[in-house]
């Protein structure tokens, strides 16, 4: 049981190495919990089998997370299918829908932006031009 602050995160990222590869989702600097308003930023990078095209988020997690939301701060795509002005909205929005005080997110997040219709009219084009 998470007993100090950022162990709930800690707990997150493994849980989201393990299921999506070594990786996906690390801390941009080292965790640190000495200060009061103490945050953390991670970068989330689901592999082209999860979320293709490619998305890099970088999130930032209060001291509080789980119980305060994090923050999208940018979107960073390869630039086939969808800009990366679009999936910073649609992170944001997916975050915002997502988003349950006290529970941890970032899982909820990647498995819908996965099935998101601007995701899947990528992935379907390019299928449909391998098999043309």
């Known amino acids: 049981m998470p007993s100090s602050p950022f162990d709930e995160l800690q707990e997150e990222i ?9 990786g996906t989702l690390c801390t941009e600097a080292p965790i640190n919990s000495e200060e009061p308003d103490s945050f953390s930023i ?10 293709d095209p490619r998305i890099i988020l970088r ?3 209060p001291i509080t997370y789980p119980l ?3 923050t999208v701060l940018d ?8 800009s ?19 529970n941890v997110a970032v899982f909820d997040l990647v498995e819908t932006l996965k099935v998101h219709k601007d995701f899947q009219t990528y992935s379907r084009r390019q299928i449909q031009k391998t098999y043309r």
Do not use: H, M, Q
């Not at 493994?14 to 070594?22: A, E, R, T, W």
């Not at 991670?42 to 979320?51: A, H, K, M, V, Y």
């Open 59 to 61: 999130l930032l997690f």
């Open 84 to 102: 990366s002005d679009r999936a910073l909205e649609l992170a944001k929005n997916v975050l915002e829908e997502v988003w349950i005080e006290g």
């Open 68 to 70: 305060e939301r994090p």
């Open 75 to 82: 979107a960073t795509t390869n630039g086939k299918g969808i």
């Open 14 to 22: 493994s849980s989201i190495n393990s299921i999506y590869g070594d």
């Open 42 to 51: 991670c970068i989330l990078s689901p592999p082209t089998l999860t979320i």
